[in-house]
């Protein structure tokens, strides 16, 4: 089976995850240090750490060409750094507390795209 070329739409999507994903990391370690305490800083971090991890996957997921499997894994990637890193990142800024109900669909999100991911490489295998 040949793979199919990374569509422009999935190239900027990548891009976009990983280098917000830096830009969020520099943000947080520079501008929000000295305004946020300890626990607000280390929700900042885990948005961080899950963003840029997530962002790497999505860019596998998308590489992986345009199966079924792969299509799911990005979008799930993608729809989990939004909805938990999203909220983690707005939580950390004093966004109300409530706002933490949307962080488990984010981390569901993410093991769909998991698991999408590794039936995507299993068919390739």
Do not use: E, K, N
Not at 6 to 17: K, R, Y
Not at 49 to 63: E, T
Not at 84 to 109: E, K, N
Request: hydrophobic share 60%; charged share 5%.
């Amino acid at each position: 089976m040949m793979q199919q070329p990374v569509s422009v739409h999935a190239g900027w999507l990548v891009g976009l995850a990983g280098a917000s994903a830096v830009m969020f990391g520099a943000f947080g370690a520079h501008a929000l240090r000295g305004s946020l305490d300890a626990d607000h800083l280390a929700l900042w971090h885990t948005a961080v750490d899950y963003h840029i991890w997530h962002a790497m996957a999505l860019a596998i997921a998308v590489s992986m060409g345009s199966g079924r499997a792969g299509r799911v894994a990005a979008g799930a990637f993608a729809v989990g750094i939004v909805l938990f890193s999203g909220s983690l990142y707005a939580l950390a800024l004093g966004a109300p507390y409530w706002t933490g109900i949307i962080t488990p669909f984010g981390g569901l999100a993410f093991i769909a795209g998991w698991i999408a991911l590794g039936l995507s490489l299993r068919r390739m295998g």
